[in-house]
Nanobody, 118 residues
Framework: VQLVEFGGGLAQAGGSLRLSCRVSGITFTANAMAWYRQAPGQQREWVATVTRGGRTNYPDSVKGRFTISRDNGKSTVYLQMNSLKPEDTAVYYC?????????????WGQGTQVTVSS
């Protein structure tokens, strides 16, 4: 499986960014997908999940601010991030996931850096 994340960058607190992740090498429609993030010195944490059927789930830290979606025709998963906070600063990754957000693939892409200034 190949995972290519892009769309990160620098945003001010309160701003928005939209991340994209293009997936290849798998049957995209057969898999739940998730976004994760890793801040410097911290463990990677789950950010959002979208199941094969389009059901979404988020941790409380991003609920109401982030929206995950998928385009099965483009084998792409998106993360719309609104009302960004400095604590959202991290490298963001996508991956195949279980319906409850656990990564289901040991390989990761290069990620995309998101930096939020106060």
């Amino acid at each position: 499986v190949q995972l290519v994340e892009f769309g990160g960058g620098l945003a001010q607190a309160g701003g928005s960014l939209r991340l994209s992740c293009r997936v290849s090498g798998i049957t995209f429609t057969a898999n739940a997908m998730a976004w994760y993030r890793q801040a410097p010195g911290q463990q990677r944490e789950w950010v959002a999940t979208v199941t094969r059927g389009g059901r979404t789930n988020y941790p409380d830290s991003v609920k109401g601010r982030f929206t995950i979606s998928r385009d099965n025709g483009k084998s792409t998963v998106y993360l719309q991030m609104n009302s960004l906070k400095p604590e959202d600063t991290a490298v963001y990754y996508c991956n195949i996931a279980t319906d409850n957000g656990l990564p289901a693939n040991r390989n990761w892409g290069q990620g995309t850096q998101v930096t939020v200034s106060s």
